[in-house]
């Protein structure tokens, strides 16, 4: 396969033809076939533009990312300082429902006495309803 001479080059599909100079087949190449070019000043803008435009839609992600991270982190705070107000409510509430139910035991009447104990009893009933709602919301986000 030497330079400058003809060769025939007879391929497996039955085409033939001549060719001058060194013949490589494409069965002895191995590996990647590198052609070493630069490139043109349009593709190496082309390329910096299209990097420079990846850049900025990745940051833009990442700062909404980061946002919405932010706001969640936010909200989430929020949650939980309603949960404790929340919890600190319920024990006042449940307090005064304790104070109703001993109250209505000094007051006068028989009928009295029972009205103030149900209304206590109702309250302290509805206060470790109130608290437990609170309690698990404040475990189940810490």
């Given at each position: 396969?030497g330079?400058?001479?003809d060769?025939t080059n007879?391929v497996?599909?039955g085409v033939?033809?001549?060719?001058n100079?060194p013949?490589?087949?494409?069965?002895?190449?191995?590996?990647?076939?590198?052609?070493?070019?630069?490139?043109?000043?349009e593709?190496?803008?082309?390329r910096?533009?299209?990097?420079?435009?990846?850049?900025?839609?990745l940051d833009?992600?990442?700062?909404?990312?980061a946002?919405?991270?932010?706001?969640?982190?936010?909200?989430?705070q929020?949650?939980l300082?309603?949960?404790?107000r929340?919890i600190?409510?319920s024990?006042?509430?449940?307090l005064?429902?304790?104070?109703?139910?001993?109250?209505?035991?000094?007051?006068g009447?028989?009928?009295?006495?029972v009205?103030w104990?149900s209304?206590?009893w109702?309250d302290v009933?509805?206060?470790?309803?109130?608290?437990?709602?609170h309690w698990l919301?404040?475990?189940?986000?810490?």
């Open positions: 396969m330079e400058g001479r060769v007879n497996s599909n033939s033809g001549h060719v100079g013949v490589v087949q494409a069965g002895s190449i191995n590996g990647n076939v590198i052609l070493p070019a630069t490139p043109s000043p593709e190496a803008e082309l910096a533009r299209w990097s420079a435009r990846t850049k900025r839609i833009a992600e990442d700062a909404e990312r946002a919405r991270y932010a706001q969640s982190q936010f909200q989430r929020r949650f300082k309603k949960a404790r929340g600190y409510g024990v006042v509430w449940i005064f429902g304790l104070f109703l139910v001993v109250g209505g035991h000094g007051s009447g028989d009928s009295t006495r009205m104990a209304i206590g109702f009933v509805i206060g470790f309803g109130f608290l437990a709602k919301a404040l475990r189940r986000y810490r």
